[in-house]
């Protein structure tokens, strides 16, 4: 992990490091894999996860515990989108909005998440240098993956509110590789948004792609 630590390069006056760069690539990779619906975008996500988590771990307490649930979420999506084969539905990840109740839940959940997060870091400042941003990043992640795994549309909107603070963060603790990545995420994020939204509106779906046969 030393060595995927090191300088990979330079770019526009910022070090790039290994790990800050393949991790992201990674996350491309999976996010492309998600957009698709393909069953493989949870693998990579916790590849991606792993290296990132290694990256950021001793200087971005929070960024580190979000690659941690990402890890843990990529295996229970792994486990979600699995399920749905075994139920008659062919592996069809059937994207739709969430109820009103289910919003009011997860943004409630993430609002309580936030506060109770953030003051744990705050009673032990060596967890973290900025409580409020880390503790926003970490309960935002859990939120979005749970909703990428329910095949939430609101899903892609979790990710852009995470990114709106996770991108300058990135940039301001040297890791940036990830603010340059994210702002294309912004992007595949809104054409994503945009394929489920109408996927949510039609009828049956194909298979899901990339599934084991």
Not at 27 to 33: D, F, H, I, R, V
Not at 140 to 166: K, P
């Amino acid at each position: 992990m030393n060595a995927l630590n090191s300088e990979a390069f330079v770019l526009f006056g910022q070090h790039i490091l290994w790990s800050d760069m393949i991790g992201n690539i990674l996350g491309l990779a999976a996010l492309a894999l998600g957009w698709r619906r393909n069953l493989w975008s949870w693998p990579v996500q916790f590849a991606s996860g792993l290296i990132l988590f290694g990256a950021f771990y001793g200087h971005l307490t929070g960024s580190a515990g979000k690659q941690a649930v990402v890890m843990t979420v990529a295996l229970y999506g792994w486990w979600q989108w699995n399920r749905s084969r075994g139920e008659g539905t062919d592996g069809h990840i059937t994207p739709r909005f969430a109820t009103w109740r289910e919003r009011g839940a997860m943004t409630a959940a993430a609002a309580a998440g936030t506060v109770a997060v953030a003051l744990l870091f705050k009673a032990y400042p060596s967890l973290s240098w900025d409580p409020w941003p880390d503790a926003y990043i970490f309960v935002g992640t859990v939120v979005a993956m749970y909703a990428q795994a329910r095949g939430m549309v609101e899903f892609w909107i979790a990710w852009l509110l995470v990114d709106l603070v996770g991108v300058p963060l990135n940039f301001a603790n040297g890791y940036a590789f990830s603010g340059f990545v994210y702002v294309i995420y912004g992007a595949l994020v809104l054409w994503g948004m945009r394929d489920w939204w109408l996927r949510s509106r039609q009828g049956p779906r194909p298979a899901l792609e990339g599934a084991p046969a």
